[in-house]
């Protein structure tokens, strides 16, 4: 079983947060749609014909691709590999691309599954993280997609904004709630060097809000998402029984998946590759029928740092048994007395064969599994 990225590398502004990999000029978008289906075919052996149980177009903003494009890639990923009836097959849009016939367009292309930059309700947040939508356009795009036949999406949700307060956070979650999506994302906002946030910080007009600020608004976000009935299964994902998202837990499982575009990353079960982040330069590597990438030939410590990475973050937890049995590594004969010390400081427990982080850990995944990294 295996996944397919397709990173689309444009947005119609930046924001002052973003620091992944999108252009805004737009001018070559078809070429772009060429050089990634020639990139499918390119790479169509990565995977060794595994079954595709889940296809992701993220970005950068996919929703500003015309129903001609994403037919052509769509057909591309057809012939080119062995997809599942079955496949999730999501789709990342922004409020402002959302109409009632881009979404029966998607739902007719076999998209079923949308996932929805909301960030925030409230119109001074969305202005000073310019955003491309407003808060009206935030609203209508929810009601559109409740009368859409789409059943299956996701929102997302930024807490820890500085300029924000509580009450503006309970009034986001509550409006979000409201609508009833079965997937929720919510992300803690942080500043990144290479942003617009990131140089305003630097020059000390921006202040990131406190750690203990931020740390509220999570445990409010998990305690008010647990009462309405969503389950916390990853630190920044919540979701109704029966809507977790396949493909990003599939990341988590250590299960091989393909990335196509610009930045897109893959992983085959060894070892990673690297897409160029890099627009003009990925479309002339293509244009030679050339794959614009880097390998990085993950060694045994590697892979046992980014399993605990990402099992530590997943309410399933870090399996003991399976970092034995596959990469020859007893954590708890190596970590013992860390453990013990995050158990009685109630950040994690010990259920069966597994290692799970409380909420309280959660909070703290990153940093506390950085610390039972093993050194190359
Ligand atoms: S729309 Fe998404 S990818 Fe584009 S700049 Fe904003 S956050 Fe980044």
Not at 13 to 41: G, P
Not at 251 to 265: D, N, R, V
């Amino acid at each position: 079983m295996a996944g397919i990225y397709i990173h689309i590398p444009f947005c119609k502004q930046a924001c002052f947060y973003c620091d992944f990999h999108f252009s805004t000029n737009m001018v070559i978008k078809n070429e772009m749609v060429e050089a990634i289906r020639k990139e499918i075919e390119l790479q169509q052996d990565y995977l060794g014909g595994e079954l595709i149980e889940s296809i992701y177009f993220g970005g950068g903003t996919p929703s500003v691709l015309e129903e001609s494009h994403l037919k052509l890639i769509l057909n591309s990923l057809k012939k080119h590999n062995n997809i599942s009836s079955e496949a999730e097959i999501t789709f990342e849009a922004n409020p402002d691309d959302i109409t009632p016939d881009k979404l029966s367009m998607l739902f007719q292309n076999g998209i079923n599954r949308l996932s929805v930059g909301i960030q925030s309700f409230d119109e001074d947040v969305l202005k000073w993280m310019n955003r491309a939508h407003n808060s009206k356009e935030a609203f209508k795009c929810l009601e559109w997609i409740k009368e859409s036949e789409f059943n299956n999406f996701s929102l997302d949700l930024i807490y820890g904004i500085p300029i924000s307060t509580h009450e503006t956070w309970e009034r986001d979650l509550k409006t979000l709630v409201d609508f009833q999506p079965p997937h929720i994302s919510s992300y803690c906002l942080t500043i990144e060097p290479d942003t617009v946030f990131g140089r305003w910080q630097q020059k000390g007009k921006l202040n990131e809000a406190s750690e203990d600020y931020a740390s509220e608004q999570f445990y409010h976000l998990s305690e008010y998402l647990l009462k309405s009935d969503y389950k916390h299964y990853e630190v920044s994902n919540f979701a109704k029984k029966g809507f977790h998202s396949k493909h990003n837990s599939s990341y988590w499982q250590q299960k091989p998946y393909l990335g196509i575009g610009p930045s897109a990353h893959s992983y085959d079960g060894k070892n990673r590759q690297f897409n160029i982040s890099n627009n003009a330069k990925y479309l002339k590597a293509l244009e030679k029928n050339e794959i614009p990438a880097e390998m990085d030939i993950l060694t045994t410590e590697d892979r046992i740092n980014e399993y605990l990475m990402t099992s530590l973050r997943t309410s399933v937890g870090c399996n003991i048994q399976y970092l034995k049995n596959e990469l020859n590594y007893d954590l708890i004969k190596n970590a013992k007395p860390q453990i013990e010390q995050w158990i009685s400081s109630e950040l994690c427990i010990l259920e069966g064969h597994h290692l799970k982080l409380t909420l309280k850990g959660r909070l703290l995944a990153d940093k506390l599994a950085s610390d039972l990294f093993l050194v190359n």
